[in-house]
């Protein structure tokens, strides 16, 4: 990877590109630095002790956003409301005709309106997620001005100032998607993970220094494990099943034309860490909301206490929808009737298989065994960070997920860089 990065350095075109994704990142980290206004400060830096190191969905997003969501700072939402958008449309593009056609039929024209309701979407989430998290801050006297006319001036202000930091963030990765290198969204949720390792460092560092000598061996142990888990990522985020193509020899005149022989690649990880964020939304969504309205007693507050991020109930629970989740996500993305169709008509067939139906049904056959393992790679890398935590108590804020994202993402980067690389036929990476 470093031998790529020292490769493209050396091209003009991909260093000002690389210099230009380096300058998105830093201004993304500048806005995640600065609160937004009418907070008491004192109770802020308090709260922010709360979510550091917090499992539950609130220090998550703590963690993806780099510190901004518990310091509520311009760009304390980050890129979740065009995450869940981005999720939601996808959906919605399997149920609503129309959406379907865009997808479908209208190319790029269909894809500018599915980016525009997506954003437009984005903005909806990001007014509910913002009024939600001031009602937090509010519940938590952390928000200085509450009463009177400058009280709903200030909570105007504050809410307006998170879905402002939202709607820049969706603009800086769409800058990067044009003039930088890599996916934009995907490399400004990188720069807010490991904005966070520092924090994760010195958390460990303080249970290796603690008293006592089961930390000063859980501590190397859980960095082996890290190593462990991140190849284990690695190899299946590479793994796939090549299904062998033949097509059929064609005579056109005196060429002849097909006759060659392919595959179809199906990766073990199709989905990538969509099943777990979505399911993650959706296992918090009880806790969110009690913790919204400030609910500390009575029937809800026990109700949501069951799910707990550190219960048992809620890890078998989070696994069940991340593989839930995972083939339904995988379904609207894979059609294997359609992936028989096309194969038909370029006069390619499966070795063994008839075209039609029998070629459709092997699909489907070899994608269910797929899906299964991807879900359960999925479903096992998301708890055990959980199963972790009960185990030796240690509250740690980079957790499987976030390491799939940071492997996601630097693997997908570096393909960047090499496809770029070849297409400018560079000598030193061709030898």
Same mark, same amino acid.
């Given at each position: 990877?470093?031998?790529?990065?020292?490769?493209?350095?050396?091209?003009?075109?991909?260093?000002?590109?690389?210099?230009?994704?380096?300058?998105?990142?830093?201004?993304?980290?500048?806005?995640?630095?600065?609160?937004?206004?009418?907070?008491?400060?004192?109770?802020?830096?308090?709260? %922010?002790?709360?979510?550091?190191?917090?499992?539950?969905?609130?220090?998550?997003?703590?963690?993806?956003?780099?510190?901004?969501?518990?310091?509520?700072? *311009?760009?304390?939402?980050?890129?979740?409301?065009?995450?869940?958008?981005?999720?939601?449309?996808? =959906?919605?593009?399997?149920?609503?005709?129309?959406?379907?056609?865009?997808?479908?039929?209208?190319?790029?024209?269909?894809?500018?309106?599915?980016?525009?309701?997506?954003?437009?979407?984005?903005?909806? *989430?990001? *007014?509910?997620?913002?009024?939600?998290? $001031?009602?937090?801050?509010?519940?938590?006297?952390?928000?200085?001005?509450?009463?009177?006319?400058?009280?709903?001036?200030?909570?105007?202000?504050?809410?307006?100032?998170?879905?402002?930091?939202?709607?820049?963030?969706?603009? =800086?990765?769409?800058?990067?998607?044009?003039?930088?290198?890599?996916? /934009?969204?995907?490399?400004?949720?990188?720069?807010?993970?490991?904005?966070?390792?520092?924090?994760? %460092?010195?958390?460990?560092?303080?249970?290796?220094?603690?008293?006592?000598?089961?930390?000063?061996?859980?501590?190397?142990?859980?960095?082996?494990? %890290?190593?462990?888990?991140?190849?284990?990522?690695?190899?299946?985020?590479?793994?796939?099943?090549?299904?062998?193509?033949?097509?059929?020899?064609?005579?056109?005149?005196?060429?002849? $034309?097909?006759?060659?022989?392919?595959?179809?690649?199906?990766?073990?990880?199709?989905?990538?860490?969509?099943?777990?964020?979505?399911?993650?939304?959706?296992?918090?969504?009880? /806790?969110?909301?009690?913790?919204?309205?400030?609910?500390?007693? /009575?029937?809800?507050?026990?109700?949501?206490?069951?799910?707990?991020?550190?219960?048992?109930?809620?890890?078998?629970?989070?696994?069940?929808?991340?593989?839930?989740?995972?083939?339904?996500?995988?379904?609207?993305?894979?059609?294997?009737?359609?992936? %028989?169709?096309?194969?038909?008509?370029?006069?390619?067939?499966?070795?063994? $298989?008839?075209?039609?139906?029998?070629?459709?049904?092997?699909?489907?056959?070899?994608?269910?065994?797929?899906?299964?393992? /991807?879900?359960?790679?999925?479903?096992?890398?998301?708890?055990?960070?959980?199963?972790?935590?009960?185990?030796?108590?240690?509250?740690?804020?980079?957790?499987?997920?976030?390491?799939?994202?940071?492997?996601?993402?630097?693997?997908?980067?570096?393909?960047?860089?090499?496809?770029?690389?070849?297409?400018?036929? $560079?000598?030193?990476? =061709?030898?």
């Amino acid at each position: 990877m470093l031998q790529i990065l020292r490769n493209a350095w050396k091209i003009a075109d991909l260093r000002k590109k690389l210099l230009y994704t380096l300058l998105i990142v830093v201004i993304f980290r500048v806005g995640s630095a600065i609160p937004v206004p009418f907070l008491d400060m004192s109770e802020l830096a308090t709260f %922010a002790d709360t979510l550091s190191g917090d499992g539950s969905l609130f220090g998550y997003l703590n963690m993806l956003t780099g510190d901004s969501f518990s310091k509520a700072t *311009l760009f304390a939402l980050s890129i979740s409301p065009y995450i869940n958008a981005s999720i939601i449309v996808q =959906l919605l593009t399997v149920a609503i005709t129309p959406l379907q056609r865009w997808a479908k039929e209208e190319g790029e024209e269909g894809r500018k309106k599915i980016g525009k309701l997506t954003r437009g979407v984005t903005l909806l *989430l990001a *007014l509910m997620m913002a009024i939600g998290y $001031y009602f937090t801050l509010k519940s938590n006297n952390i928000v200085a001005v509450t009463d009177g006319f400058y009280g709903w001036f200030a909570g105007i202000t504050i809410v307006l100032a998170f879905v402002a930091g939202s709607s820049v963030i969706v603009w =800086l990765g769409e800058l990067i998607n044009k003039n930088g290198i890599g996916n /934009g969204i995907s490399m400004i949720l990188f720069a807010g993970i490991v904005s966070s390792m520092p924090t994760a %460092a010195m958390t460990l560092w303080g249970y290796f220094t603690a008293e006592g000598i089961l930390y000063k061996i859980l501590v190397p142990v859980i960095l082996v494990l %890290a190593v462990v888990v991140i190849g284990f990522i690695v190899l299946m985020s590479e793994a796939e099943r090549r299904i062998p193509v033949q097509y059929a020899k064609r005579v056109v005149g005196r060429k002849q $034309y097909g006759g060659q022989s392919s595959y179809i690649p199906i990766k073990v990880n199709m989905s990538g860490v969509m099943p777990i964020i979505f399911a993650s939304s959706i296992v918090s969504l009880p /806790g969110i909301l009690v913790s919204f309205f400030n609910v500390t007693e /009575g029937f809800w507050a026990n109700f949501v206490s069951i799910f707990n991020y550190n219960s048992a109930l809620y890890a078998v629970v989070y696994f069940i929808f991340i593989i839930l989740f995972n083939y339904f996500y995988v379904s609207i993305q894979y059609n294997p009737i359609e992936i %028989a169709n096309n194969l038909k008509k370029n006069n390619g067939a499966i070795p063994g $298989y008839r075209t039609g139906k029998p070629t459709s049904d092997y699909i489907m056959k070899v994608l269910g065994k797929i899906i299964l393992i /991807g879900a359960l790679f999925l479903g096992v890398i998301a708890v055990f960070p959980i199963a972790l935590q009960g185990i030796t108590k240690m509250n740690i804020a980079l957790g499987g997920t976030t390491v799939l994202i940071i492997v996601g993402v630097a693997l997908e980067t570096v393909k960047t860089l090499e496809s770029q690389m070849m297409m400018r036929h $560079y000598k030193g990476f =061709l030898e």
